[in-house]
């Protein structure tokens, strides 16, 4: 185990390999969809339940699953864009909380935005026999990776989410998450979350900075507007 | 009523009606110059003795130079000529040479003909002789003459001392003439310009002319009863002057007198009540800078705390700001602290997270049997899970599984440990935070208590600020002193008493007057209505005139008429009744003032029946003959004039040749 972290600054992985390995499983269900036709006559596939496709929508949605303020952040702009008071609670309950700091691991900016290295837990998924993994594309370019989840991978989510409290936090929050994304594909979720200029501006390699202090600011914000101009308590 | 003791006792009567010291009566009297013994008015008798016309006509009808006297009767004298040959210039001539001014009826071009017009008069007892000489129909030079008898001015046309021939005036234009004539005349007649209150601030003064209406009658339809003016009462004026009702004209005057004094008076005391407001105003002004002045100096005064030594209350404050500055150094300190607590609680928690879901996560995959190699995606096969599970080999790598050198209830057992540490150490420096704030602001409590009493210590310093406010106070309350509230503007004592004496005064010569008056006015309506029914008017039962000149006529079994409503014929022979009868009822009460001269020009013309004018004629000259009356009468009518006048009262030129 790789813990003896505390008080000093993180360095390194943040989080540890079964720690990721949970939370991408857990992801990678909430996530999936059916195969298709040519995938179901794969051998191979025989045990998959569903895929979830393209490394970088994975990387996007753990973003947000690793940084509760950006996660706030997203469901504020939401909220301004569409007034959904249910989107302001959400990022109200994060950011009145101690999440942003307690629950941040925070992520490198890569060539596509926030990038973790996640072959190790995808790894203890795979010798697991809890999914597979396939590169698609030519031999000199991976253009593509999807993420089968097998029938094994499924019963032990639902094993996790029955018995083992301690992810209960990662159950309730993918769900935030991919409720969030909806529909969108990983390269709109990279565009969505480049507009925040704390995480365009980090250069490539490091560290991507928290913005818990200004989505406070902001809720405050929005807080005063609502009592000033009528509206709901929030 | 013209007796002496009545006359003295006016003064008297005026002083007792208005309450006041007989002095005072005297001093507004004479103040104004009115006359307060009334004395009755002289006789003032115009006859006319000769008027000469000298020059040169032009025109069709004889024309060339001309030199004609022609002599006045003592009663009537009746001017007999056809028409346009000069009958009415002789009553506008002489009306020139008396009244200083011609009428319209004087054509320019009859005044172009004539270079000397000389009228012998006798004014008031005064034989005069005016003497006009004209050129282009105006006057270049006139002279009034005076003598010692009328016959002796005869021919004279130059001051000649040596005969007792002196001028009373000289003239060289026109209007120089009109204007002596007008002053010469109200003189020697002892006649009072008529004046009149105009919308009770000024006065209109009607002069000679307006007099000289009694005696030229006017002939229009419409014109008054009297002279030949309406407005401004004239008519009565005049009815009331040629009757001499006691005190006529002094009753006028002080009437005039009082009603612009009065105005004056209304006017004077609208200004002090217009002068009053303004001063109220400017005491409330002040007032108000006042108040403002009071409350700066009430803002600048030191409260209590002039015991206490500036300099202590400078040290203290100097103290309590040091104080707060360190208080809030240990709150910065007990600040810091606490957040630094709080950041290694939350990497507590954080680790307690970490190492639960990961010892949570280990026991989860340890559990699981490993079935692919996540290299190559093979199968991992029996074998190497029997290896595993018998020889302690890794069934992916197939090295020796030497098993968990940790403890993973111990880890997080530390984890737990080090959350409850940080949690305590957070709430201990939360405590200490709020007490070093709660200690700041015990400080700043005080520091503020402090620095509000030295300013107020310090506003004792301000003393220069608070001298030039309570200077102003003083100066503002200084001006409203001397500026006292206005009070109600008392009435000017000495001008009420004035307006009292004039008030009384008017009141009792308009008694005086009008009893007087009334018993005269009886006689004169007997006298008017025999005089009209003699002279042609018709059906008249009997007439009444009263002090406005306003003829009311009861003709028989009819209703009232007035004198207004009459036609031209009648209008004039009431106007000749009137005069006479004021000639008669006058003379019969010793109140003839009338000049006893008229002049009436064609009455036979104002629409009269022949019969009438037969009538008017023979009663005109019978009433010449026996009333001290001098009648100048123009007609066309030749057989009119000789039927009904004695030879000797007519001028008559041949039929179609003028008259002079």
Not at chain 2, 357 to 374: D, I, K, Q, Y
Request: hydrophobic share 40%; charged share 25%.
């Amino acid at each position: 185990m790789d813990h003896n972290r505390a008080g000093a600054e993180p360095e390194g992985p943040p989080t540890s390999r079964e720690q990721d390995a949970v939370r991408l499983l857990l992801l990678i269900d909430g996530a999936c969809e059916p195969l298709s036709v040519p995938e179901l006559a794969e051998p191979v596939l025989q045990q998959a339940v569903g895929v979830m496709r393209t490394q970088v929508k994975l990387q996007k949605l753990d973003f947000w699953l690793r940084n509760p303020d950006f996660l706030a952040n997203e469901l504020l702009n939401g909220y301004e864009a569409t007034g959904e008071g249910e989107l302001l609670e959400h990022a109200a309950a994060i950011l009145d909380s101690e999440e942003p700091e307690v629950r941040r691991y925070p992520m490198l900016r890569h060539h596509f935005g926030a990038y973790g290295w996640l072959d190790d837990a995808l790894s203890v998924l795979r010798s697991a026999g809890l999914i597979i993994r396939q590169r698609r594309g030519t031999i000199d370019r991976v253009r593509q990776h999807d993420y089968y989840l097998l029938q094994h991978g499924r019963q032990v989510v639902q094993e996790i989410i029955r018995e083992a409290p301690a992810f209960a936090y990662y159950v309730d929050r993918v769900g935030l998450v991919l409720a969030l994304a909806g529909d969108r594909r990983g390269s709109e979720l990279k565009d969505m979350q480049y507009r925040i200029p704390e995480y365009a501006e980090t250069p490539r390699g490091q560290e991507i900075r928290s913005i818990s202090a200004k989505a406070r600011g902001r809720l405050a914000a929005l807080r005063q507007e609502l009592a000033t101009h009528g509206g709901g308590q929030v | 009523m013209s007796a002496p003791q009545a006359e003295v006792a006016l003064e008297d009567r005026i002083a007792k009606k208005a309450g006041v010291p007989v002095d005072d009566v005297r001093d507004v009297f004479a103040a104004y110059g009115l006359p307060l013994v009334v004395t009755p008015a002289r006789a003032r008798p115009l006859r006319l003795h000769r008027l000469r016309l000298a020059g040169e006509r032009t025109g069709d009808v004889q024309p060339g130079p001309f030199d004609t006297p022609l002599y006045f009767s003592e009663g009537l004298t009746a001017f007999v000529a056809s028409n346009f040959r000069g009958k009415s210039s002789v009553l506008e001539l002489v009306t020139w040479c008396l009244r200083g001014t011609w009428r319209d009826a004087l054509q320019t071009r009859v005044r172009h003909w004539l270079r000397h017009v000389d009228l012998d008069a006798t004014v008031a007892g005064t034989p005069m002789a005016f003497r006009l000489d004209l050129e282009e129909g105006e006057i270049v030079s006139a002279v009034v003459l005076t003598g010692p008898d009328i016959t002796a001015l005869e021919e004279v046309r130059v001051p000649d001392p040596r005969r007792g021939i002196t001028p009373l005036l000289r003239a060289a234009s026109t209007a120089s003439y009109a204007e002596q004539i007008a002053g010469l005349m109200l003189g020697r007649m002892d006649l009072q310009p008529l004046l009149n209150s105009r919308k009770e601030t000024s006065t209109t003064t009607h002069g000679w002319p307006a007099y000289f209406g009694a005696i030229y009658l006017p002939t229009g339809a419409d014109k008054p009863l009297m002279g030949d003016v309406m407005t401004d009462g004239l008519p009565g004026r005049l009815l009331q002057v040629f009757l001499d009702l006691p005190a006529a004209a002094a009753l006028t005057r002080v009437k005039t007198v009082r009603d612009v004094r009065v105005a004056g008076n209304k006017a004077r005391r609208k200004e002090a009540e217009a002068a009053a407001a303004a001063r109220t105003t400017e005491r409330n002004r002040l007032q108000d800078e006042l108040g403002k002045a009071q409350e700066l100096l009430a803002s600048l005064s030191p409260i209590g705390t002039s015991d206490v030594s500036l300099v202590d209350l400078a040290h203290t404050a100097m103290d309590l700001a040091q104080a707060v500055a360190d208080a809030q150094d240990v709150w910065e300190e007990a600040d810091r602290t606490f957040r630094r607590a709080r950041t290694e609680r939350q990497h507590a928690a954080k680790l307690l997270n970490d190492v639960t879901e990961s010892a949570t996560a280990r026991l989860l995959f340890h559990g699981l049997n490993p079935t692919s190699c996540p290299r190559c995606d093979q199968t991992i096969d029996d074998e190497r899970r029997r290896e595993e599970r018998q020889a302690h080999t890794c069934a992916v790598c197939a090295r020796e599984v030497v098993g968990d050198d940790e403890d993973p209830q111990a880890v997080t057992a530390e984890a737990e440990t080090r959350l409850e540490a940080t949690t305590a150490a957070e709430e201990a420096a939360k405590t200490e935070r709020e007490q070093a704030r709660t200690e700041v602001r015990r400080l700043t409590g005080q520091l503020e208590e402090a620095q509000a009493e030295l300013r107020r210590a310090q506003s004792a310093a301000d003393l220069p600020a608070r001298l030039a406010a309570h200077e102003a106070v003083l100066r503002l309350e200084g001006a409203l002193s001397v500026l006292e509230a206005p009070q109600e503007t008392p009435p000017d004592e000495a001008e009420e008493k004035a307006i009292r004496i004039l008030d009384a005064a008017a009141s009792l010569l308009d008694g005086d007057s009008k009893a007087t008056a009334a018993k005269l006015f009886e006689e004169i309506n007997d006298e008017i209505a025999s005089l009209a029914t003699g002279f042609g008017v018709p059906s008249l039962q009997s007439v009444s005139i009263d002090r406005a000149a306003r003829l009311k006529i009861y003709p028989v079994g009819s209703a009232q008429e007035w004198f207004q409503g009459q036609t031209a014929g009648a209008k004039l022979r009431l106007r000749v009744a009137v005069a006479i009868a004021l000639l008669r009822i006058g003379r019969r009460n010793g109140v003839s003032t009338h000049p006893g001269l008229l002049l009436i020009d064609s009455p036979k013309s104002e629409e009269m029946q022949s019969a009438d004018a037969h009538k008017l004629f023979r009663e005109l000259a019978a009433v010449a003959a026996d009333s001290e009356l001098q009648v100048l009468l123009t007609t066309a009518d030749f057989d009119l004039a000789n039927a009904t006048l004695p030879k000797d009262t007519i001028r008559q030129a041949a039929e179609g040749a003028p008259l002079w």
